[in-house]
Structures are given as structure tokens and as C-alpha cells.
């Protein structure tokens, strides 16, 4: 059966108290109000990969607060439903949040608005897929059915999500139902690496990721690309979005988003950024980006609020 992680106790126990956006008096002209927005900010990131992502959401944070010229705490969340709640009720100011995040975070909060899109080995999408370990007997989608797999998160784009939805496009599972309906016993491993892992390590047939996972677990198994094989990949997806809660005014969005790219873009920065987080560059974001996101999930006949709930 598809066990799955109790999120209500995980966002419980993760949601911390961070640093709130400072505000304005009542009497600020609304561009007086703007500059107090951006007196202090807090930068959330996503666990997609195991390990010490502070050593590497520190220099994008410290970044940000120089071309602002406010400090900027970063802080790392350990659940993809935590960030979106931290900046739903105003405890996380931006956040780096994968594409399902940034979909869920704009349905429970609509005023969430996606500033840029990140840009990673020279695209502004990546792809999801299914790998086996080489010289598994498992060689196509349909040899899936009644084995053990390894997913990221219910609220993951690549390891979860789309997954799911290429089953559905191809007829292997029916819309709306469990997946558990087709599996034998299907896991979530919490991160990318975690699920490639748990692979590699053979206590599970098949993992879903996305199409450089691999590069995340090289250190420890060198031979890692030697080692797997992939089913097939899914549509492109859009690349995770940097965003801002609800409550930041237009001007002050306008402000950490020109900051952001510039950062991002600027020569003392792109080397560490690409070395750490793989981040290349941004490019500006709209909504209506993430609608493939909304298709996928409407693919699989559950709710984006519901499907992370249960």
C-alpha cells in the first residue's frame, strides 16, 4: 500500500518562528511603506536534496541582502508543505519554491506572486523520470505495476507530481485513483538523492526523479550513471520559482525581484552559484508559466490541496 507521511505532524513540528518583515506605521505614504517592507527579509528554501543546504542557501541570501542593502536571513525548511504555509501566514518573506510548491502556494494564498524563474544548465525547465537499476527486467512504464518505488514528497514537481500524471496519460493507473492501486509498496523518500539512494541500496525497484538527481549522490556512488536506467522522461516543467508572500507591495516585489536577477547575474556571484545550486540564471515569471503544473495535477483527478493533505 502507498504509505504516506503524516504532513500535518511535519509542518507542525517545522514551522519556526523567523524574522517578519518589518512594517510601516499607519501614516506612511505608500512609498514609505515599501522601504519598511524591505528593512529585514527571510529567504526560505526546499530540502530537494539530503544534506547541509544552509552552507549553500547562505550566499543567495547574503546576495540578495547586498544588492538590497537590508539583511536577509535564509532558512531552511524541511518539508515542501512548510514553506508554503511560512509564507502564507507572513513568517518567510521569499522563497525558492519548486513548481507544485508555487501552485499550491498561489491556491491557498492567492496574492503569492512569482517574480522569477530560475534558469539551470542553460533552461528554464527540466524534465522528470522514472530509472530503474541497469539490468533490472523492469524496461517500460507498464513493468512498474506491483513494484516497490521510491517518490520524493506528495508536494514534489518531478518526484511526485508529473510521475504520477505520465501513469495516467499512459493509461497505467485511472484518473483519480491511488497509485497504491498499481504499485506494490510505494515510499516517500523525502529528497531527490534520498530516493536514488534507496535504489541504489535496492530496498525499492524503481525511483522518481529529476533528470540530474544523479549528479546529487556522485560523491558517494561515482558509477552512479553506470549503474541506473531510465524508463522515460516526462513533458518539460518549469524550473523552481522565486517568489514573494502575500503582503509585500508592488513596489517592494519590484525591488527584490531587480535585486534578486542582479545577483543572480552579477561576476562575483554566478561561479558560487552555479557550484552550490546549480543556478545559472533567471528569467521573469508569470502565473500562467505554471498552468502545465495545474494540467498535471488535473491529470491525475486529485485536488493540488487535497493531494498533499492526506
Not at 72 to 82: F, S
Request: charged fraction near 30%.
Amino acid at each position: 500500500m502507498l504509505r504516506k507521511f503524516e504532513l500535518s505532524l511535519l509542518v507542525a513540528g517545522l514551522l519556526v518562528v523567523l524574522i517578519a518583515c518589518g512594517q510601516g506605521d499607519a501614516g506612511d505614504s505608500e512609498e514609505g511603506a515599501a522601504g519598511e517592507e524591505l528593512d529585514e527579509l527571510t529567504f526560505g528554501f526546499i530540502p530537494w536534496q539530503e544534506g547541509a543546504l544552509e552552507e549553500r542557501a547562505d550566499p543567495l541570501a547574503d546576495a540578495l541582502s547586498e544588492e538590497l542593502g537590508v539583511p536577509v536571513e535564509a532558512d531552511v525548511l524541511t518539508n515542501y508543505i512548510g514553506l508554503v504555509e511560512a509564507m502564507g501566514n507572513e513568517q518567510v518573506d521569499v522563497g525558492a519554491l519548486t513548481p507544485f510548491a508555487y501552485v499550491l502556494a498561489k491556491d491557498r494564498y492567492p496574492e503569492t506572486q512569482a517574480l522569477l524563474t530560475e534558469v539551470h544548465d542553460g533552461s528554464p525547465f527540466y524534465r522528470s523520470e522514472f530509472v530503474v537499476r541497469s539490468g533490472s527486467d523492469i524496461e517500460s512504464l507498464e513493468d512498474l505495476e506491483g513494484r516497490d518505488v521510491a517518490f520524493v514528497d506528495p508536494a514534489s514537481t518531478s518526484g511526485y507530481l508529473f510521475p504520477l500524471a505520465q501513469l495516467v496519460e499512459e493509461g497505467l493507473i485511472e484518473e483519480g485513483a491511488e497509485p497504491d492501486e498499481f504499485f506494490g509498496n510505494a515510499i516517500f523518500a523525502g529528497s531527490h538523492d534520498n530516493a536514488l539512494t534507496a535504489l541504489l541500496n535496492e530496498e525499492v525497484e524503481a525511483a522518481a526523479i529529476f533528470d540530474d538527481a544523479p549528479e546529487l549522490i556522485e560523491d558517494e556512488f561515482p558509477d552512479v550513471e553506470d549503474r541506473i536506467e531510465t524508463l522515460g522522461e516526462t513533458e518539460e516543467i518549469p524550473q523552481s520559482a522565486f517568489s514573494v508572500r502575500p503582503g509585500i507591495s508592488e513596489e517592494a516585489a519590484e525591488e527584490i525581484q531587480e535585486a534578486y536577477a542582479a545577483a543572480v547575474r552579477s561576476e562575483e556571484n554566478q561561479e558560487v552559484f552555479e557550484e552550490i545550486y546549480g543556478l545559472e540564471d533567471v528569467v521573469e515569471a508569470d502565473d500562467a508559466d505554471y498552468d502545465v503544473i495545474r494540467e498535471a495535477a488535473a491529470a491525475t483527478g486529485q485536488d493540488i490541496v487535497e493531494l498533499v493533505e492526506e
